[in-house]
C-alpha cells in the first residue's frame, strides 16, 4: 500500500500572512488538525492547531479582550509555522510514512508530486488503515500467538486455518517477548473459539489471547 492510495485530498491550505485567529477558525470549521501553508502556489511551511493556540494569550493574562483581539491581530500564520517540512511521494510505502510521523513525533505529511502538494497523510488516515489490517470491523475469532522466530511458522499456522476451512479475516505480526519469537495475532470467520484453539494451540510456543468479536 502507497501513501497515494490513503492520502488525504484535495489539501486546505492557507496563506502565510493570515492571521491565527482566521488560522484557527478556518481549521475548526473543516474539522482538520494541521494545514500547508502557501505563498505564491509554493508550500513555505506546515501549522498545526496546537501552534496556533499556543500563540494565543494565555487565559490568566491581565490583557482586556481588546487588547488581547489587537495582538492576535498582529500574529500572522507565518510567524508561528515549521518551516523545515518534511514530505513524502505519493509512491511512499505507507509504512515508511508512518516511521518518518513516528520518528520525528508528527503528525501529518504534506504529500508532494514534484514542487505541487496532492495531499496530506495523517495519524487519522493511519488509524484508519490499522482498523482495516486487524478486521476491527468484522465479526470472528481473534488470536494471539506466540510462535518461534524461524522459517516455516506462519505457514504452519495459515495451513492449520485452511485445513478447519477457516476465513482469514487479519493477519500481524509483532515484536514477541524476546528475540527468539513473535508475536502473531489473527482473526478468522467460520469457526469457533475452541475449534480454533484445539488446532492452534499444539503447533504455537504459547497461546497469548482468544476471543470472539
Known sequence: MLVG????H?????????????????MKRERIRRTPVVRDGKMIGIVSDKDLLNAS???????????????????????????????????TPIEEAARIMADNKIGGLPVMRDDHIVGIITETDLFKIFLELMGAREPGVRMS???????????????AIANLSGNIIAFGQ??????????VTFKVSGL????????????VERVLDIRTV
Open 5 to 8: 492510495e490513503r492520502m488525504s
Open 10 to 26: 484535495p489539501v486546505i491550505s492557507i496563506n502565510a500572512d493570515l492571521p491565527v485567529v482566521d488560522a484557527l477558525n478556518l
Open 57 to 91: 494569550p494565555s487565559p490568566a493574562t491581565s490583557l482586556s479582550v481588546w487588547e488581547m483581539n489587537y495582538l492576535l491581530s498582529k500574529i500572522k500564520v507565518k510567524d508561528v509555522m515549521t518551516k523545515n517540512v518534511l514530505t513524502v511521494a505519493e509512491d
Open 145 to 159: 500467538v506466540l510462535v518461534l522466530d524461524k522459517p516455516g511458522q506462519l505457514a504452519r499456522l495459515t495451513n
Open 174 to 183: 509483532f515484536t514477541g517477548e524476546d528475540p527468539s519469537n513473535r508475536e
Open 192 to 203: 469457533d473459539a475452541e475449534q480454533l484453539r484445539s488446532e492452534i494451540e499444539p503447533i
